[in-house]
């Protein structure tokens, strides 16, 4: 049952991984950029490499002969997955999968071209000029993102053609590895947006956790609430689109199907992560009978997961760095947490900080039937009061 996993990536994500590893007795090397990552923290042994590097990944996997390979971050070279894969190695969710997902162009072509899934309306742009092309063909306002990004990094809502040249700049600043292209989207008027949680197993059948809503800023999460209200007919047509996109990508694990949902036109298939996603959090808080972290430990190792049931509700909102330091940082605030009923805090643990950079999270959490709202600004509140100093 013990297997030897390379997780590539360690952060705040990675470390819950590894925490619901360690406790069925993995072994897990953590992976990443720098040292002191939150998941190398907790786990047996740690890399420090650039993914992007494909010898130094090579060099990683022939070190330590890996049972299974755990892909955190979208800046790998996921062309080396399929050889890894090739030599018996399992890949999560697969190879294929890492390599679709973390590029929004493979992926929305396989979700709107083969699958016939509903999408925005979308172009590609490699040059400025292609860019401006493409917003004459989508029209304002529209929205503008690199191929290859995370936690919403170089992605804007364009309003005007005076502002493509600026959003041409911020997307290629903000593309991870050494793509340079980037996709325009016409802007969805949508009522809401969610989070589907999709668990698919080598043994069983895809199972889906309540749906969770989330607030972006830049991008980026800031909170997230779990379970969203979504009407039943547009819940199931999520399901329907986030089961046959998950099946044509293969693969055990848990994926992060994001959706934008339209009282007037249904919903729409939006982006997709095959791992943990950050909304997901909030099943930190105990809202269903196993967190994300504890379901994608599950799918990988191919263990059962007889059924995922919704146990409370609850709140996530985010810990923001106001400061940008090279020098470990420190907190205050966190009696204040502490002293809040039914409420969690987690620190990542992360070495070194910058202006705007997740630091933790607050979780709270109440009994079902309860008002969702009032849970929501109580967490906010209550994450407001921890500062990083």
């Excluded at 590539?8 to 925490?19: P, R, T």
């Excluded at 036109?265 to 939006?270: A, M, Q, R, T």
């Excluded at 607050?362 to 109580?378: H, I, M, N, T």
Aim: net charge negative; hydrophobic share 40%.
């Amino acid at each position: 049952m013990a297997k030897k996993i390379l997780l590539l990536g360690s952060g705040e994500l990675g470390k819950e991984f590894v925490i619901s590893a360690k406790r069925k007795g993995q072994y897990v090397i953590a992976c990443d950029s720098y040292v002191g990552a939150p998941a190398m923290q907790v786990a047996d042994e740690f890399e420090v490499f650039s993914m992007l590097d494909g010898d130094a990944l090579e060099a990683a996997v022939a070190k330590h002969k890996p049972d299974i390979i755990v892909p955190e971050i979208e800046a790998i070279r996921t062309e080396k997955l399929y050889d890894f894969e090739t030599r018996g190695i399992q890949v999560v969710p697969s190879a294929k999968a890492v390599n679709f997902t973390m590029n929004r162009q493979a992926i929305r072509d396989l979700a709107a071209k083969e699958l016939g899934l509903k999408t925005a309306k979308y172009f590609y742009a490699k040059s400025l000029e292609e860019l401006k092309e493409a917003a004459e063909k989508v029209g304002f306002p529209c929205v503008v993102k690199p191929l290859m990004s995370s936690s919403g990094k170089g992605q804007s809502v364009v309003k005007s053609a005076d502002d493509l040249e600026q959003a041409w700049v911020y997307g290629c600043e903000g593309s991870r590895g050494d793509i340079k292209e980037l996709i325009i989207e016409e802007f969805i008027k949508f009522d809401s947006e969610i989070t589907l949680l999709t668990v698919t197993q080598k043994n069983g059948p895809t199972l889906f956790c309540p749906p969770i809503g989330h607030v972006q800023k830049s991008g980026d999460y800031r909170e997230s609430f779990q379970p969203a209200f979504v009407k039943p007919e547009h819940l199931l047509e999520a399901q329907k689109m986030a089961a046959k996109v998950t099946e044509a990508l293969t693969g055990a694990g848990i994926w992060g199907v994001e959706f934008f949902l339209s009282n007037e036109n249904g919903v729409y298939f939006s982006e997709l992560s095959p791992r943990p996603h950050d909304t997901g959090m909030v099943t930190l808080a105990g809202t269903q009978n196993l967190n994300e972290f504890e379901l994608h430990c599950r799918a990988v190792l191919g263990l059962p997961i007889p059924e995922i049931t919704q146990e409370r509700i609850g709140a996530s909102a985010v810990i923001l760095s106001e400061i940008t330091s090279n020098e470990a940082p420190r907190y205050s605030g966190e009696e204040e947490v502490c002293r809040e009923t039914n409420t969690y805090l987690r620190i990542f643990g992360k070495p070194t900080t910058r202006k705007n950079r997740r630091m933790g999270v607050v979780v709270s959490y109440a009994p079902l039937g309860s008002d969702l709202d009032a849970l929501r600004e109580k967490c906010k509140a209550v994450a407001a009061k921890v500062k990083v100093f």
